[in-house]
């Protein structure tokens, strides 16, 4: 099977900019209800991913933030502990399902390594567990 059947696209995707302040990133994280995000950079690569934990230990380090002055705080200013390996377009079944075993979600990539969306652990879930269904109905003789 093709990793592209569980590929969730670009479009559909929530990401940061390599560029933004932690105030940018903090609103769209929360706007989305996301504890990870993807970041891109201006051409479209992909950078990395950052998490709630990232930020939570970034703001930390930052003794006296507030709201107003985390508008001038570039977030590639912030240690990234795990950032999401991804995989590319063209990788197998055994490549993306061993990350996603360790990650919440797979940063896609093509070959020129611009980011073209995600695949969740959720999305393979489903799929296996509805497989599962449609193999127990069979086996009942329901379908």
């Known amino acids: 099977m093709n990793i592209l059947f569980f590929l969730t696209p670009k479009s559909d995707v929530a990401y940061i900019y390599d560029t933004y302040t932690l105030r940018q990133v903090l609103e769209k ?7 990870c995000i993807p970041i891109i950079n201006e051409r479209g690569k992909y950078v990395g991913t950052i998490t ?7 703001i930390k380090e930052r003794s006296n933030l507030n709201l107003k002055d985390a508008e001038d705080v570039p977030i590639l200013s912030f240690k990234r502990r795990a950032d999401y390996a991804p995989v590319r377009v063209d990788s ?19 070959d ?32």
Not at 92 to 110: C, G, I, T, Y
């Open 92 to 110: 197998d079944m055994e490549d993306m399902l061993e990350k996603a075993m360790r990650q919440n979600f797979v940063p896609v990539v093509d």
């Open 52 to 58: 709630e934990g990232d930020l939570l230990w970034g």
């Open 112 to 143: 020129q390594k611009n980011f073209i969306g995600i695949i969740t652990r959720r999305d393979i879930m489903q799929y296996i567990c509805s497989a599962d269904r449609k193999d127990v109905q069979k086996n009942m003789g329901q379908v």
């Open 29 to 35: 994280m929360e706007y989305h209800k996301y504890s």
